[in-house]
Nanobody, 129 residues
């Protein structure tokens, strides 16, 4: 049974940093596409960042480029999201997601929520001004 569990959410002031972790069990994080999505109250879930774990290619939403970094530790079956220079508009529940199939995320595909089979339960990130 595949499980994705997120850690590291919390409350910070604007300009601060947080690092989210997504620990996968029953799933091998190598050579696949893993991503972080977020959902703010009253808004649709949106893609934040994705990582092709085999090719080590990364993809970011324009709103977080230069501030967020997605990375992995295959030995720990864990994917991370380092978030710096946080803004109040980054406030949301952050979800880790993983595809069932191997392969690249692809720049034209990584934002498609329906392509991700596995999802974590989410972790709250709150940024105050």
């Amino acid at each position: 049974q595949v499980q994705l569990v997120e850690f590291g959410g919390g409350s910070v002031q604007a300009g601060g940093s947080l690092k989210l972790s997504c620990a996968a069990s029953g799933y091998t994080t190598s050579s696949t596409c893993m991503a972080w999505f977020r959902q703010a109250p009253g808004k649709e879930r949106e893609g934040v960042a994705a990582l092709s774990t085999g090719a080590l290619r990364t993809y970011y939403a324009d709103s977080v480029k230069g501030r967020f970094t997605i990375s992995q530790d295959n030995a720990k079956n864990t994917v991370y999201l380092q978030m710096n220079s946080l803004k109040p508009e980054d406030t949301a529940v952050y979800y880790c997601a993983a595809r069932a199939a191997a392969g690249d995320c692809y720049s034209w595909l990584w934002l498609r929520r329906q392509d991700y089979k596995y999802w974590g339960q989410g972790t709250q990130v709150t940024v105050s001004s």
